[in-house]
């Protein structure tokens, strides 16, 4: 533990301008001083028993969840961008142990939590005589409160049981706030939604009740008017004695006038369920987590869960983090000298994805594809060995020039042709595209022959002519390059290339040939202009496809 000698803060006549004044101060510290506030639902709502009420319990644990799962690094900044800090202390105290009691998970999960719960986490840390940190212990936010110094700095006062309070300087305290109208103290989510929570806590309590002290039957029996008492035991017992235990299920025959009497919910019963349901979703809605993530399903589907999942991704834990981020980096790192701005901590959200390996594949698909993942760094991200120096080798897509042949005096012929139809066969990236190509040629030979001999025996071979006698069989083949982009790559269900655009430079390309045409060479002209027309369709709708690639999350 650390503690300060500290002088008695200064008092001044206006509180406000007193330093010494907690910053914690005000309502919402009297509140939380006297175990919360009694709501007008007659519950007494505390950070503690809203701990109780099943939808908050269970909004907490998902946001400390999500939160602790994920991996922490401390990343260096070296000449060529940046690399794991792993020689540096710091980094065992984020990924093996932050204390000799807690491993990484639990102390970010324990934090993380107060975050959630009480909209403050506190976590103190304890330096060696070199002023190094050696260990983080974390704080009950209860048990912390901030408040000023005599010379006006920030500390915090902590008052754990059993131990005399003391003082820790701000530096050597961790603080992650949640939503904090003056910068500095987060506000209670209970406390500012105490109202909310006392109505699900009396809504959950009413039900206990119910089931506790009431009967929830499907039906009863109505006896007949003139039954007296004895005959009404007997009756009873008769019926438990032949229709219960070994001898349940057997027909019932009544005697008298005895009748069945279906039960429903009524109104009012149904009313209560709804307004649980609604309470429920009204905490979810204050804690930012999708109702999914709580298992109420009642508007899900699988669709908009999707959807859902990227908002709690996007809205709910990223800011978590990224305040996670910058209060480590800014309280354990160096802030002056030589090391300065060269460390920075970061939170590996890629492990979200682990347990989705259909979004992982065309994550990876994607990035090998568009030539910013190589073989190494995706087998590294997967925790598997590199395979060698051929696997740091990027690809790139082969319509795509170099951006440098855009600057002014560059050199404007690319490195490859800008018609990809006129790509040599060595330059696609794998045998699997080549066979396809000459597997498609072979299939419509035909059709193209015939249109290249029609074409041939006219004299007047302008666009016009072109699209009219090759759109049949250059569309059939575009048809035919979709359901292969859609079975080779993971696009949306409903994805629609750009044809019209696809085909027009086709037609273009065949149309600069076609002047030169005669009868003599048709089948020549057949295989190179039908090999040209595949692999440009091929290219272009894969192309087309990869920019509509669906990237899930977790």
Known sequence: MISLNLKQPEHRSNPLENPGVSLAGGVDY?????????????????????????????????????????????????????ERAVNNPIYSLLTVAPNEEMSPISFFEAVTASIAASGNGFAEIQRNGAGQPVALWPRISQCVKPTRLAN?????????????????????????????????????????????????????????????????????LSLPAGMTAPQKELFKDSLEKNHTGENQHRPIVFPFDVKWVQMTINP????????????????????GVPPHKVGILTRSTNNNIEHQAIE????????????????????????????????????????????????????????????????????????????????????????????????PGADPSPVLAQDPADQPDSDLPDESSRTLIKRMSTAYSRLFRDAIGRVTSREKRDSEVIRRVFDPVL???????????????RVAV????????????????????????TLESVDTNTEIELTKAVKAILIGTFNDAASSLIVGAA
């Open 30 to 82: 009297l509140l939380s001083i006297s175990n919360g506030g009694t709501t007008a639902s007659g519950e007494n709502i505390t950070e503690q028993s809203a701990m109780q009420i099943t939808t908050f319990w269970a909004c907490v644990s998902a946001i400390a969840r999500a939160v602790s799962s994920l991996p922490a690094y401390l990343y260096e900044r070296t000449d060529s961008g940046h």
């Open 312 to 407: 709690w991704l996007t809205d709910t834990i990223r800011p978590l983090l990224v305040r996670w981020e910058q209060e480590l980096t800014r309280k354990l790192l160096p802030a002056v000298g030589c090391k300065a701005n060269k460390f920075f901590i970061r939170f590996d959200v890629n492990e979200l994805l682990r347990g989705d390996s259909v979004a992982q594949s065309a994550k990876y698909a994607s990035g090998r594809q568009w030539g910013y993942e190589t073989i190494n760094s995706i087998l590294i991200a997967e925790g598997k060995n590199p395979i060698g120096p051929e696997g740091d080798v990027y690809m790139v897509p082969l319509n795509m020039i170099n951006a440098k042949q855009l600057l």
């Open 475 to 489: 569309t059939t083949i575009a048809d035919e390059a979709i359901r292969q982009a859609k079975a080779t790559l």
């Open 152 to 220: 006006g700095d920030l500390a915090y006062e902590v008052r754990i049981p059993n131990t005399n309070p003391y003082v820790v300087k701000a530096s050597d305290m961790i603080h992650v706030p949640a939503l904090a109208l003056d910068g500095i103290m987060g506000l209670s989510p209970v406390a500012q939604n105490r109202q909310a929570l006392g109505l699900a806590a009396a809504e959950q309590k009413s039900a206990a009740r119910l089931f506790g002290n009431g009967i929830m039957s499907q039906g009863g």
């Open 494 to 517: 409903d994805y629609k290339p750009d044809v019209t655009s696809i085909l027009r430079d086709v037609y273009r390309s065949i149309e600069k040939r076609a002047t030169a045409w």
């Open 268 to 287: 009012a019963d149904a009313q209560f369920l709804e307004s649980r349901k609604y309470s429920a979703e009204q905490i979810c809605s204050m804690m």
